[in-house]
């Protein structure tokens, strides 16, 4: 157990639907970033909130946007939900270099 | 362009024997690098780490070597056991203010019984 937790665990929507993905982060971390692994894919980073503050921005959608809340968790909303928005989103948590990830959860779009 | 690359896509090795478990990267900026295992349904666990300082970090039956010269990096993992079966993930840390990774495509390793 990471001590990263994220909900819900499994989530089946339809095309042009929002969501939202939560991720309560380690005790004391105040890092969180977020990473999505498509099908056959590596994951990849989207976004990094530090503190409350976006602290880095990889490939992520116009569509998708996230916040850090004063209590450290943080929310992912992806909107406009397409097909190919389907895959396994990661939270991780980390106060140095390494991260810790939680069991992420799994996106179904139809 | 993906900077982090594992080429080996699978790996099978009997138990008791070595595996290794290679990477490569393009990107001299990076300064720290990490080895993660994931199992099905779960998400990456931490194994183990090297700053580019150094040019190898054991843990147990975990051994990190890093080849700056050559943009390599391996993970040892002496024995293998069966339970080691998952997939392996190599990452960079190419920006010391955003610990932001890149990873690699993940090499599912096999260990034989």
């Known amino acids: 157990d990471s001590g990263v937790t994220q909900t819900p665990k499994h989530l089946i929507t339809a095309t042009g639907q929002r969501v939202t993905l939560r991720c309560s982060p380690r005790?004391?971390?105040?890092?969180v970033y977020w990473y999505q692994q498509s099908l056959d894919q590596g994951l990849q980073f989207l976004i990094q909130?530090?503190?409350?503050?976006?602290?880095a921005k990889g490939n992520i959608l116009e569509r998708f946007s996230a916040q850090q809340f004063p209590d450290l968790h943080s929310e992912l909303n992806l909107s406009s939900l397409e097909l190919g928005d389907s895959a396994l989103y990661f939270c991780a948590s980390s106060n140095n270099y390494e991260q810790y990830f939680g069991p992420g959860t799994r996106l179904t779009v139809t | 362009d993906q900077q982090v690359k594992q080429n080996s896509p699978s790996l099978s090795v009997q138990e008791g024997r070595i595996s290794i478990l290679n990477c490569d990267y393009t990107?001299?900026?990076?300064?720290?690098f990490l080895w993660y295992k994931k199992y099905p349904a779960e998400g990456p666990t931490f194994l183990i780490s090297?700053?580019?300082?150094?040019d190898k970090n054991e843990d147990g039956r975990f051994t990190v070597f890093l080849n700056k010269s050559a943009k390599h990096l391996s993970l040892h993992i002496v024995p293998s056991q069966p339970g080691d079966s998952a997939v392996y993930f190599c990452?960079?840390?190419?920006?010391?203010?955003?610990?932001?990774?890149?990873f690699g495509q993940g090499t599912t390793l096999q260990v034989k019984p």
């Open positions: 090297i700053s580019s300082i150094k």
């Open positions: 990107n001299s900026m990076f300064d720290y």
């Open positions: 909130y530090y503190n409350g503050e976006e602290r």
């Open positions: 990452a960079a840390d190419g920006s010391s203010n955003t610990g932001k990774l890149i």
């Open positions: 005790s004391g971390d105040l890092s």
